[in-house]
C-alpha cells in the first residue's frame, strides 16, 4: 500500500520517537520528511533521540533532516548537561555523538559535578575512560 506525504512523515516522526532506526532508515527512502502537522522535529524530539536512538539521530543527519549547524545552535548547557545523563547511564555511543559535536567533557554542572564524575559514581567504568580519553582535564 502507498502512503501519502503526509502519512509518511507522520511515520517518520512516530519511528523516530520510538527508536526503530530500520523503519527511520525505510521512510528516509521512500521520501518522508521530518514535519508533522506543519511543525518540524522538535529540539526535545531530537535530544531525547540524541541520547537514547543515536543510530535514529544517524540517519536523519545523513539524510540532511537534521541539520549538522541545528546541533551547534543549541546552547552549550543543553549539550553539557546531556552527556552528563548519557554518562551516567554508560551510553558510550551517545556520549561519542556529543563529544564528536563540540560537548565540554570537562562541563561541571550547577553541583559542581561533572560527566566524569557522574560515570563514576554510577559504576560505568567504560564511560570513565571514554572521557579521560577524550580531554577529560582537572
Do not use: C
Request: aromatic content about 8%; hydrophobic content about 40%; charged content about 25%.
Amino acid at each position: 500500500e502507498k502512503l501519502s506525504q503526509e502519512a509518511k512523515n507522520t511515520e517518520l516522526i512516530e519511528a523516530a520517537r520510538e527508536g526503530e532506526s530500520k523503519s527511520v532508515q525505510l521512510l528516509l527512502q521512500a521520501g518522508a520528511e521530518a514535519v508533522y502537522e506543519g511543525q518540524t522535529l522538535s529540539q526535545d524530539m531530537i535530544l531525547s533521540s540524541f541520547e537514547d536512538y543515536p543510530k535514529v539521530v544517524q540517519l536523519l543527519l545523513s539524510h540532511d533532516i537534521i541539520k549538522l549547524d541545528f546541533y551547534k545552535r543549541l546552547t552549550q548547557r543543553i549539550r553539557n548537561e546531556e552527556l552528563i545523563k548519557v554518562a551516567r547511564a554508560g551510553k558510550l555511543r551517545s556520549a561519542a555523538l556529543l563529544v564528536n559535536a563540540g560537548v565540554n567533557v570537562n562541563y561541571q554542572d550547577k553541583t559542581l559535578n561533572s560527566a566524569l564524575v557522574y560515570a563514576s559514581f554510577a559504576g560505568q567504568p567504560e564511560m570513565v575512560g571514554f572521557l579521560l580519553s577524550h580531554g577529560w582535564t582537572r
